[in-house]
């Protein structure tokens, strides 16, 4: 069975989860652990946190991924928004430790004009830090490639291979890979050819084996624009056939791909029934 699920609302407390994504035909699902537009976020009681684990089980949860909040930037410069993003990383993975989600899905950073070699370099000192200041997350922090826009890094394969081989722990990192960020920052998966060569140059660069979750979203603009723009699935300049070529590929039966489209009534069903469909026998 795959493993196809959609980012869901932790509305009323995150023990609701498990319920919204089922209820949409989610055997796996991606949540925000807090406001993801506020820099604190408020504890997760004992009460709630096994309240969540068993809506798990009772759901048919197979996986729970987090996002971190987008204010997060651990390429900044020293000062005010670098101090805020570590801390607010910090609880992001204290909370993921006693949640029991082995996976956090993260946006590299922007260096706002400080150059890519700059912005990488900090990201893997700040990790190596924050890997020291909470060492009971022993889950993987999921790097998630960018479309491009302004100074974001990540855009390139290059870029989430430097950071992983620039930290201690190298082995604490995988990578989701976001079907409309690739196609808006250059790689050509649309066609079956594009789809291999970007593959294989993924392999080369950074590792097939660190592909550990897919976002599945089409793209409103095409090839290299560097915008990111989500559609539904079939809506946009993608169209269906880069998810038929994912979602057949025997190396990425058991990753975990989540759709991340508009949230529009009703549309995670008729996104994932579409993607159901393309699954061949």
């Known amino acids: 069975m795959a493993l196809l699920g959609a980012h869901v609302s932790i509305a009323g407390g995150i023990f609701n989860a498990p319920e919204r994504g089922a209820a949409s035909g989610c055997n796996v699902i991606q949540v925000f652990t807090q406001n993801s537009n506020q820099w604190k976020g408020k504890a997760i009681s004992a009460e709630d946190t096994l309240l969540f684990k068993q809506k798990l089980v009772l759901h048919g949860i197979r996986e729970v991924i987090s996002h971190d909040i987008y204010l997060i930037n651990l390429a900044a410069a020293p000062g005010d928004t670098q ?134 979203n089409d793209s409103k603009k095409g090839l290299n624009s560097k915008v990111d723009r989500h559609e539904h699935i079939g809506e946009g300049t993608l169209g269906l056939d880069p998810f038929r070529f994912i979602l057949n590929d025997p190396r990425f039966n058991e990753v975990p791909k989540v759709i991340e489209t508009p949230k529009e009534e009703d549309m995670d069903v008729v996104n994932l029934r579409k993607l159901r469909e393309l699954i061949e026998e």
């Open 83 to 216: 101090d805020k993003s570590i801390v607010a990383f910090k609880e992001e993975m204290e909370r993921c430790a006693a949640l029991g989600i082995g996976k956090i899905v993260m946006h590299p950073g922007s260096h706002n004009g400080d150059g890519e070699e700059v912005g990488i370099r900090r990201i893997c000192e700040h990790f190596d830090l924050l890997f020291s200041m909470v060492p009971q997350y022993t889950g993987k922090i999921l790097l998630e490639n960018t479309a491009g826009q302004g100074s974001n890094l990540g855009y390139r394969f290059e870029h989430l291979a430097g950071i992983i081989n620039g930290c201690a722990h190298q082995d604490r990192f995988g990578v989701c890979f976001d079907t409309c960020h690739a196609f808006a920052s250059g790689y050509p998966i649309k066609e079956r050819e594009g789809y291999e060569k970007t593959f294989e140059e993924f392999d080369r660069i950074v590792g097939i084996d660190k592909l550990q979750a897919f976002h599945f």
